[in-house]
Nanobody
Framework: QVQLQESGPGLLKPSQTLSLTCTVS??????????WSWVRQPPGKGLEWMGA???????HYSSSLKSRMSISRDTSKNQFTLQLSSVTPEDTAVYYC???????WGKGTLVTVSS
């Protein structure tokens, strides 16, 4: 059974860089044909897909966020990471890591951006 766990700071100030790590167990991020993705949900709003990294290392970003974000991975730790620069209060959300086809999700971590 695959499990995903997000980790990272819960509070940031505007203009800082958000960095989150997703640790995967029960599956390898370098095998099969899955993509490993980040999704967020701002308070009172719907889910927003942010980007994903494939088992081959190919990366896809949301067009609205690609100028500020990057996804990378550490295969030795079976982890993938999200970095989002120049955060604003509008980036306040619960951030989830998930395996595409969105059949497995982490519990999510709340990130608040506030001065």
């Amino acid at each position: 059974q695959v499990q995903l766990q997000e980790s990272g700071p819960g509070l940031l100030k505007p203009s800082q860089t958000l960095s989150l790590t997703c640790t995967v167990s029960g599956d390898s991020i370098t095998t099969n044909s899955f993509y490993w993705s980040w999704v967020r949900q701002p308070p009172g709003k719907g889910l927003e897909w942010m980007g994903a990294i494939g088992t081959s290392g190919s990366i896809h970003y949301s067009s609205s966020l690609k100028s500020r974000m990057s996804i990378s991975r550490d295969t030795s730790k079976n982890q993938f990471t999200l970095q989002l620069s120049s955060v604003t209060p509008e980036d306040t959300a619960v951030y989830y890591c998930t395996r595409v086809p969105f059949d497995s999700w982490g519990k999510g971590t709340l990130v608040t951006v506030s001065s």
